[in-house]
């Protein structure tokens, strides 16, 4: 059984937030082609947001990595990444080569499992990342039964908050993604990806005790005068309240 697949099934049978798994479909290209330690670079400058963070990730130092960079930007013709004091933020170029630089080192990625499955290698790790609290109260029982069911595989575990992660999935760094969305904000973009919502979960007001709401079933219109602890402008969870409260007639 695909151990994605496995993974998947135990967790829907122990919960019911969202789960990413790569399953890319890439058609074929000619010409010539960029080089892929230096797509490699590119994505990992990304993804670690400053270049001594990659260097460091990718065993470089980083002057060598900014060397590499240097090279890929000749190759195409354009800057790919701002260099500045506090990290390295990517061109318009940059993002558009790191979505399918991604995608290219997950192919790679896929193109070894695939040989090393015909050689009859079993596949021996599954790399997953989640949340906080998903980590913490949704994931225990499903990582206990499928490590119960695939003994042979050694299951890492890295902490990431939404809504990052995705670009980790699409490049094989992960194999598969708990992430959650608030309402009203959008999905993010993963081409080549496939989704699978896991459950659905409720958001609550809480107020302190005594509070006259907690004697009733109050709707949005009747709190819009009471004042709120929320995130600021932008922030998802108050995107999500901005939203339900244009909703109601009370923004």
């Known amino acids: 059984m695909n151990l994605k697949l496995g993974l998947l099934k135990n967790m829907k049978q122990t919960f019911v937030s969202g789960i990413v798994l790569n399953d ?24 670690a947001g400053s270049i001594a963070a990659a260097a460091d990730r990718l065993s470089f130092t980083p002057p060598a990595l900014s060397q590499q960079l240097t090279k890929l930007e000749r190759e195409v013709g354009c800057r790919l990444v701002e260099r500045g004091r506090t990290g390295a933020t990517l061109t318009r170029a940059g993002e558009v080569l ?22 009859g290698h079993r596949a021996d790790r599954l790399s997953l990342g989640a949340f906080a609290s998903a980590g913490k109260v949704l994931l225990p029982g499903a990582l206990a039964a499928f490590g119960h069911e ?63 709401v907690t004697d009733a079933d109050p709707s949005l219109v009747d709190l819009a005068d009471e004042e709120w602890i929320c995130g600021g402008p932008g922030i998802h969870n108050r995107i999500s309240l901005d939203t339900a409260a244009e909703a109601a007639g009370c923004a």
Do not use: K, Q
């Open 24 to 47: 890319r479909v890439v058609p074929g290209r000619g010409g010539p082609v960029l080089d892929a330690n230096r797509l490699r670079v590119l994505v990992e400058v990304a993804h």
């Open 98 to 119: 790191l979505e399918h630089g991604e995608r290219v080192l997950g192919e790679l990625r896929d193109a070894e499992a695939a040989v090393r499955a015909v050689a």
């Open 150 to 212: 695939h003994p042979h595989v050694r299951l890492s575990l890295s902490d990431i908050e939404p809504p990052d992660g995705l670009g980790l999935v699409t490049s094989g760094d992960l194999d598969l993604l708990i992430t959650h969305r608030y309402p009203g904000v959008p999905l993010p973009r993963a081409g080549g990806l496939r989704r699978e919502r896991l459950l659905v979960d409720p958001l609550m007001v809480v107020a302190p005790t005594g509070h006259p």
